[in-house]
């Protein structure tokens, strides 16, 4: 794709955020304005100009299915070499796999089943704990970098209920780290945790994957924690050649150690650094783009976004008993938009399946 193809089509914001040559460069991007459009634009024009060798660009984002579209578009944009696209966990995963390599180190294996590692660990003390919850406070405070002795307070900061009794979180921690080494298996925040201790003490062996990974590009930066901001830290080393792209008016995934604070204050952890902001909803109507900047504040969340599309119908505002009643709502709610698209024989279908799921997610929700 040429130059001015990268360019065609894009709004006087995006367009100064794909070209901008400022480093670092924060592009805080409201819902809609087409983040994913100007970051992979982003790359490819500075593939094109030169700025950017192809081989040495890390872009890094938070799931599977992010880093797969990552993919895909960047293959659309037709650059002459492919880039490095993954998440935190897969970079680190194949970080360490090259590093055993070349130490002749059996390479580290994800346990295939955490959730019976942790089972095991809750039987052998003697707590009484729904794994799954046990599992995410484990998740929590590794992404936070809490230790044993801050845990309690760090609960009690963030007024969070611990599976695990406070008391016996010390001998949770220990016993389950001690399972991983006797059936040689790790997790994936051993893999971050891991792949950060090697960078930071392996000197030869970080100054190789720095020289690999020269320009950085993190999508959906409001989900960074602070373990995975140290490892993005430990990879940059300092060089300012560092893009982030997110929204910290999306930002959900508090409850699972992620710290929206990184992007939202983010010229104090990034000093120097140039912030564009994306406003334009290209995705939905002025009055959605208004009944969502109205919640978020009353929330104490200035909104500023406006929509670049026509006039939709008004936004009705229905009440509920309870979440699970709202659950149910929106799934028959999804069904009924199916039918009226053709797929009535599967509306039932779906509306047990949405049901299901969203009825699951309200009471994992209420038990946090």
């Not at 593939?47 to 960047?74: C, K, N, Q, W």
């Not at 009440?319 to 709502?329: M, S």
């Not at 039918?339 to 509306?347: I, T």
Request: charged content about 30%.
């Amino acid at each position: 794709m040429t130059g001015d193809d990268l360019l065609r089509g894009l709004d006087s914001a995006q367009l100064a955020a794909v070209t901008s040559e400022a480093a670092p460069l924060a592009i805080v991007a409201a819902a809609g304005s087409g983040k994913t459009t100007v970051l992979t634009r982003r790359i490819a024009h500075r593939v094109g100009t030169g700025s950017a060798m192809p081989r040495h660009v890390l872009a890094l984002t938070f799931s599977r299915d992010a880093a797969s579209e990552l993919r895909r578009r960047l293959r659309r944009l037709e650059l002459r070499e492919p880039v490095d696209a993954g998440t935190f966990h897969s970079v680190a995963l194949r970080l360490l796999r090259d590093r055993a390599l070349a130490r002749n180190e059996a390479p580290p294996v994800l346990a295939p089943d955490r959730l019976r590692l942790v089972r095991e660990v809750l039987t052998q003390i003697g707590v009484r704990a729904e794994p799954y919850l046990a599992a995410n406070d484990l998740d929590w405070a590794r992404a936070r970098l809490i230790d044993v002795e801050r845990y309690e307070g760090a609960c009690r900061m963030e007024r969070r209920r611990s599976a695990v009794p406070v008391a016996k979180w010390g001998d949770f921690t220990t016993a389950y780290a001690q399972l991983k080494r006797r059936r040689r298996v790790v997790d994936f925040d051993d893999l971050l945790s891991d792949a950060l201790v090697a960078l930071r003490h392996d000197t030869a062996w970080a100054d190789g994957v720095r020289w690999r990974y020269r320009h950085f590009f993190v999508d959906e930066a409001q989900d960074l924690n602070p373990l995975q901001h140290a490892v993005l830290e430990a990879l940059r080393d300092d060089r300012p050649d560092l893009c982030l792209v997110g929204d910290p008016r999306q930002a959900i995934y508090g409850w699972n150690g992620a710290d929206h604070t990184l992007l939202a204050e983010v010229e104090r952890h990034w000093p120097g650094v140039t912030v564009i902001a994306l406003e334009s909803n290209h995705r939905c109507s002025p009055q959605v783009v208004r009944a969502a900047a109205a919640v978020l504040d009353a929330n104490g969340q200035a909104d500023s976004t406006e929509s670049g599309l026509a006039d939709g119908p008004s936004v009705r505002v229905i009440g509920f008993d309870d979440e699970l009643a709202e659950a149910d709502a929106v799934a028959r709610h999804v069904a009924a938009q199916l039918h009226h698209h053709g797929a009535a024989e599967r509306s039932e279908e779906h509306t047990s399946e949405l049901q299901s799921h969203l009825n699951l997610v309200c009471r994992l929700l209420l038990e946090k």
